[in-house]
């Protein structure tokens, strides 16, 4: 969850974040969504982390199923 997507991805794309992101070398946006509020946001967040893997890549091919990096669409 962030507040300013763009610049939390140019983040993980420049190996400017630690963590899970740079470790595994992380840097294309396949999926993302609005919330409403930080509440929101933080319920769906952990919705999103319980989820089987097999249920999250559904999710992404649901709405991008070439897996394209999204990040271009935020710039």
Do not use: C
């Not at 609005?34 to 999250?56: F, P």
């Amino acid at each position: 969850m962030t507040s300013n997507l763009t610049q939390r991805i140019w983040k993980h794309k420049n190996h400017q974040s630690e963590g899970f992101t740079k470790k595994y070398n992380v840097t294309t946006l396949v999926y993302f969504e609005q919330a409403e509020n930080m509440e929101s946001a933080i319920i769906r967040e952990k919705i999103l982390k319980k989820l089987r893997r097999s249920e999250k890549i559904k999710l992404i091919e649901s709405l991008n199923p070439e897996w394209m990096d999204l990040y271009s669409i935020l710039t």
